[in-house]
């Protein structure tokens, strides 16, 4: 199996309902055709790079997942084919996907992660403090003269 990343924009003037059934069906494509889903992140409404029929804004959604060219070419054919979708591509992240070692990426990533949140926490209470000995030094030497 391989790992694919698809990044589409769709139409942001449609109706909230209207863009779950299409998160839904898209999801439902890649199941339905033997893949697996890894991320599904809609980042929001955002303005486009240059206009795409007459629209300058769009919803920009980012699709991880597992399959095979297969699967890749009945997605790209439902989003060619969907008028709610203004633009899409594909792109082959990896060529032999290892759940196994995904799952050791995602937890390493996590941990990082809530290293890097602990981290700047007490380095800023550090700084703060380091700035109030400062700042209580020259009000003592101004005192002082």
Known sequence: ???YETFFIVDPELPEETNSVLDSKI????????GEVLNYVPWGKRKLAYAIGKRTRGLYVLMEYVGGP??????ERNLRIDERVLKFITVL???RYDPEKEKERQAAL???AQA????PAE???EQEEGSEDAELEELEEDSQE
């Open 70 to 75: 297969q699967l890749v070419a009945e997605l």
């Open 93 to 95: 992240l990896d060529e």
């Open 27 to 34: 999801q439902t494509i890649v199941t339905s055709n033997g």
């Open 123 to 125: 380095s800023v209470g």
């Open 1 to 3: 199996m391989r790992k």
């Open 116 to 119: 890097q949140e602990e981290t």
């Open 110 to 112: 996590a941990a990082a």
